[in-house]
């Protein structure tokens, strides 16, 4: 009776690297609702442009906006005082982004 070893590095990989891109939307998913729910409300145009991309090469997840007037509206001006809505949605709810991450990850590596 002999002990057969299986190398499982490639499948181990996968399934890492898919868990990182589900964990990279969720955590857009999860910032981009919060920025939304946080944003000043004037015409609704700086609400509805908030959104996420994810960069699966470079596993990094990019919430914002393209509206040129938002980083006046997050930092304020000389004439209007700062409204954060992006900065505040990331950073008041870390805790809350690491335990999905780590669910994910765990979860997809079961």
């Known amino acids: 009776m002999g002990i057969k070893f299986e190398n499982n590095f ?3 990989k996968t399934a890492l690297e898919t868990a990182q891109i589900k964990a990279l939307e ?21 609400r509805s442009s908030i959104n996420h991309e ?3 090469g470079a596993k990094t ?3 914002g906006t393209s509206t040129e007037y938002a980083p006046y509206v ?13 900065t505040p949605a ?19 590596m079961k």
Do not use: M
Request: with cysteine; charged share 30%; net charge negative.
């Open 54 to 56: 994810v960069d699966e």
């Open 26 to 46: 969720s955590v857009g998913v999860v910032v981009d609702g919060e920025a939304v729910t946080r944003c000043p409300f004037d015409t609704g145009n700086l």
């Open 74 to 86: 997050e930092f304020g001006t000389y004439k209007q005082g700062e409204q954060p809505f992006l």
């Open 61 to 63: 997840v990019t919430i």
């Open 90 to 108: 990331f950073e008041e709810n870390v805790g809350k982004l690491k335990d999905l991450v780590k669910s994910i990850i765990s979860g997809d």
């Open 10 to 12: 490639k499948k181990a």
